[in-house]
DNA sequence: TGCAGTGTTGCTTC
DNA sequence: CGAAGCAACACTGC
């Protein structure tokens, strides 16, 4: 689930415990997860200091000493979690809860940082040159950032088609969306996910726009949802899972209580949650 | 019991 | 080329 305010909470609690912090060991039970594999991230992360972490949409960079990169995208069900120690009898973090998923150890000169991941969708990466990586170089815009303007938001539905949602999950287009924030972003902005973008008016660009801004602020002070799998990196839950109004809430009174009923439907692969009534 | 559904992405197919 | 479908994996809930 992590989209971008569970990775910028994740991003924000782990600074302090993990920058200047030296790698000593590299362990996994699961190879697939690395590119270009296990082998060269090891050899490239051991030995190496931590000198910077950031977020770029749903991706963790860690900047090393080498001045090369490690990137870790959590997919649908990862979590990166630290604390003193790892139990290898229960598989938990030592001040964590107990957690049979971990997959990856980075063992720091102070502390562990590990990754649980359920379903193994993970990727870890160990990147030379972050620039010339594909994958990172396609992403959209930082919704959260001054670059993010009104004129490049017009500019970007200019250039898409199809329905409002997938434009909004579109990671090249903006980066850090998921499902659940695009369906509490378009709720806001009283937009059916099921619109066509080159048919929105001018007012409701405006009005997604500013929720946009709205929702994900709010998410990240609340630091995320915890909607299942999610965990911050102490292995707390993020409280933003009360304040979701349509996600995952089918059938229940429109929040806004417009006399409408939230309708899940699928689309695109995926489900999305809204009220008819007021979204349109 | 069994099967549909789950936060994401990227590959294959048409 | 874009759009759509599905696979990766393991678990939950109806």
Redesign the pocket.
């Known amino acids: ?3 971008l305010p569970e990775v910028e909470t994740t991003v924000s609690e782990l600074r302090s415990r993990i920058i200047g912090r030296k790698i000593l060991k590299v362990w996994t039970d699961t190879k ?1 997860l690395f590119k270009p594999d296990f082998l060269t991230f090891k050899k490239g992360a051991t030995g190496q200091t931590i000198k910077e972490i950031s977020r770029r ?2 991706n963790i960079i860690l900047k090393l000493s080498s001045g090369k990169y490690i990137l870790v ?1 959590q ?3 990862g979590s990166l979690l630290y604390g003193s120690e790892i139990n290898p009898v229960r598989n938990a973090i030592s001040n964590g809860v107990k957690n ?1 998923y971990i997959h990856f150890i980075l063992y720091l000169d102070k502390g562990i940082l590990a990754l649980s991941d ?4 993970a990727k870890v990466a160990f990147i030379p040159d972050l620039k010339a990586y594909p ?1 990172y170089q396609k992403l959209g815009p930082e919704p959260l950032s001054r670059e993010f303007t009104f004129g490049k938001f017009k500019e970007i539905l200019k250039k898409s ?2 329905k409002i949602k ?1 434009v909004l ?1 579109d ?1 090249n287009k903006i980066a850090g ?4 924030y695009s369906d509490e972003i378009l709720f806001e902005a009283r937009v059916s996910p099921l619109r066509e973008t080159q048919k929105l008016k001018a007012k409701e660009t405006k009005i997604l726009y500013s929720a946009i801004k709205k929702i994900l602020t709010k998410a990240i002070k609340a630091k995320g949802t ?5 965990r911050r990196p102490s292995g707390e839950k993020g409280n933003f899972a009360k304040f979701l109004k349509v ?2 809430r089918e059938g229940e009174p429109c929040p806004r209580k417009c006399g409408g009923k939230v309708q ?1 439907l ?1 689309f ?4 999305a949650h809204f009220c008819p009534r007021c979204q349109k």
Do not use: A, C
Request: no cysteine.
């Open positions: 689930m992590p989209e697939k949409g749903k995208h997919k649908m069900t049979p359920l379903r193994k969708f994958d088609s199809g997938k999950l990671q969306i998921g499902n659940i915890s909607v299942s799998d999610y996600y995952r899940r699928k695109g692969g995926r489900s």
